[in-house]
């Protein structure tokens, strides 16, 4: 059975950062992609970085801007989500799901409760 629970989630400052944290279950990593997902208040869910499965090469992604990076430690079967120079439009719940591939959703995914991420102005 897949779990995974996240925690970091909290109030934060324009500016400032958070990191978010993602406890999986047992082989997790071999067996699915990891994502992040977030979905703010009235709005949709949305993919915010992954990670595919089992590539050994490939354990740090980041987004385009650099604002967001996302890393898996293999040896804790965690996954993390650093968001840095936080933005209001960034308060949202924020989701790590386990997925047959990345963005792939429906088939067989997983989601964790989540965890929520507010930021003031």
């Known amino acids: 059975e897949v779990q995974l629970v996240e925690s970091g989630g909290r109030w934060a400052q324009a500016g400032g950062s958070l990191r978010l944290s993602c406890a999986a279950s047992g082989s997790t990593f071999d067996r699915y992609a990891i994502g992040w997902f977030r979905q703010a208040p009235g709005g949709e869910r949305e993919g915010v970085l992954c990670?595919?499965?089992?590539?050994?090469?490939?354990d740090v992604v980041s987004s385009r801007d650099r604002r967001f990076v996302m890393s898996r430690d293999r040896v804790k079967n965690t996954i993390y989500l650093q968001l840095n120079t936080l933005k209001p439009d960034d308060t949202a719940v924020y989701y790590c799901?386990?997925?047959?591939?990345?963005?792939?959703?429906?088939?067989?995914?997983?989601w964790g409760q989540g965890t929520q991420v507010t930021v003031s102005s």
């Open positions: 799901v386990a997925m047959t591939s990345c963005w792939t959703l429906g088939v067989d995914d997983h």
């Open positions: 990670i595919e499965k089992g590539d050994p090469s490939t």
